[in-house]
């Protein structure tokens, strides 16, 4: 027993707000990539897309690293709020990188001439996808609760540990997409009006994240509560 | 001097997926919020 | 408590016995890596592609698609026996319970494997005898590592509604690196190349190997303890 529902209703609710907030934050970042950054020379508008599908690239790696460390620590403590964290943030993960996986594409196709290229990095976003997808019908497949939480935090430790497999065997095949432009060891190479839009666009989609995965965490807890309360009342 | 390509259409199609995509999840939170908090206090109790 | 390492062996000698008993796992899979070794011969237009452009993908798709065949078997004999249960409460380490059903399943896919290159050889017409060694070579290490996460996942597969779906769904992203690496070093072994050309790819399939065994075996307890 983890929760009451009202508990959980209120957390829910808390978590609907901060998300409705990341919205408006949302045409926030339309209006800066649109009115206040330039537009790239050699790429045009279609750069623009670079502030959209970046943030939410990063987001949804983010959030896969973190359901993969907390089902380790689920596996460690067997806390059920560690298991419904995961969950949780699993979902919103999939709204992520269904995020990413249209947007790049659409990026791809002016300025590569093609929707997909099996690069090591679209390769290993498409395969955060499947084992995303994975993990969610891992867990809506398996009716007993104790059992979906320990066979799902062993697919996400295991997925977590492939990722690394999967970028070095696509890399080894080939790779074109863009090199790091952010993250390298020298300074950004990117205008500093590209990378504030881009910075922003990524906490943008941070709060989306925590609005989204309180909400969800707090329909779970209320899930859990019926739960418990139907098994209190054998005559239902 | 490049030429800027014309492609506003591609961009204009990843920030409407990305709004709907969004927003649509969003909505069906709240559906779900405001299902869950009505339910049991109306029919559940008899 | 009995040695881990007795009780493994034991497990797998007996899976291996029912197996040779009743050769339903072994006779489908094999069955089906012939047929898709036909198919992909009469799918391939000879005019347009050579059969040396087509022979590693025809040859891994093959020895995947095998494997899994094998791998879904693996759990659902156990369950319709209800002998997990009883595997559950025999006094050995959980940890046996995996090694034994992974060199088990190991064995039936290598028996697999070890049919369906003759044919392949055959079929294809590409002589092996010469780069023999290290075409083994690379598909015992593709084979052990996606062998040991569909054990794994077997385990948990058959406990869902699906079975036989949610492996698949579940092994397809783990058989991504050591396919593409087995098809990658049979190619290049097959156009002659040198072994250096290769050793990238095999020492990134022989720690994929180390990695998910051994984590494998770490995690399995929380897989079948209640």
Do not use: C
Request: avoid cysteine.
């Amino acid at each position: 027993m983890i929760a009451n529902r009202d508990r959980g209703l209120a957390i829910a609710r808390r978590g609907q707000l901060i998300a409705a907030l990341g919205l408006v934050l949302l045409a926030g970042v339309y209006v800066l990539a649109q009115r206040f950054t330039p537009t790239e020379v050699n790429q045009g508008l279609a750069q623009k897309i670079f502030y959209l599908h970046v943030p939410a690239a990063w987001t949804s790696l983010l959030v896969f690293s973190i359901v993969g460390i907390t089902s380790a620590l689920y596996l460690w403590l067997r806390d059920e709020r560690l298991d419904l964290f995961a969950a949780s943030s699993a979902e919103v993960g999939v709204v992520f990188s269904i995020i990413m996986l249209t947007t790049g594409p659409l990026w791809a196709k002016p300025i590569w001439g093609t929707w997909w290229q099996w690069d090591a990095r679209l390769t290993l976003t498409l395969f955060l996808f499947f084992l995303f997808v994975g993990y969610l019908s891992l867990r809506a497949a398996v009716p007993d609760p104790g059992e979906r939480a320990r066979f799902s935090a062993v697919v996400a430790i295991l997925g977590f540990l492939l990722v690394p497999f999967v970028h070095l065997s696509v890399y080894l095949f080939r790779t074109i997409h863009p090199m790091p432009v952010v993250l390298k060891p020298s300074a950004p190479s990117l205008p500093d009006s590209m990378l504030r839009t881009l910075l922003i666009a990524f906490a943008v989609d941070l709060v989306l994240y925590i609005g989204f995965v309180t909400a969800r965490y707090g329909l779970g807890l209320v899930a859990h509560a019926r739960a418990a309360e139907l098994e209190a009342r054998p005559d239902a | 001097m490049p030429e800027t390509p014309q492609n506003a259409g591609y961009m204009i199609a990843a920030y409407v997926v990305t709004a709907v995509v969004l927003v649509g999840y969003w909505v069906r939170l709240v559906v779900k919020v405001r299902d869950e908090g009505r339910e049991p206090r109306d029919e559940g109790r008899k | 408590m009995v040695n881990p390492l007795r009780a493994t062996l034991a497990l797998a000698a007996r899976d291996i016995r029912a197996e040779l008993r009743s050769r339903t796992a072994l006779t489908s899979a094999l069955v089906f890596a012939a047929l898709v070794l036909v198919v992909f011969n009469f799918a391939r237009d000879p005019t347009r592609l050579g059969a040396a452009d087509l022979a590693p993908s025809a040859l891994w798709i093959t020895f995947a698609f095998g494997a899994m065949t094998t791998l879904n078997r693996g759990f659902a004999i156990e369950k319709e026996h209800g002998a997990l249960d009883l595997l559950r409460l025999a006094p050995m380490p959980r940890e046996a319970i995996y090694g034994g059903k992974l060199l088990a399943n190991l064995a039936f896919v290598f028996v697999v494997e070890a049919v369906a290159l003759p044919l392949f050889v055959l079929f294809f017409n590409r002589p092996v005898w010469h780069i023999l060694a290290p075409v083994l070579l690379v598909t015992a290490l593709a084979t052990i590592g996606f062998v040991a996460v569909g054990t794994l996942l077997s385990a948990m597969a058959v406990r869902t509604r699906f079975a036989e779906l949610m492996l698949p769904l579940l092994l397809l992203p783990f058989m991504l690196p050591p396919v593409i690496g087995g098809v990658q070093v049979t190619a290049r072994l097959f156009a002659d190349r040198p072994l250096s050309e290769v050793s990238g790819w095999l020492r990134l399939l022989a720690v994929y190997d180390v990695v998910f065994v051994t984590v494998s075996v770490l995690i399995f307890p929380a897989v079948a303890d209640e």
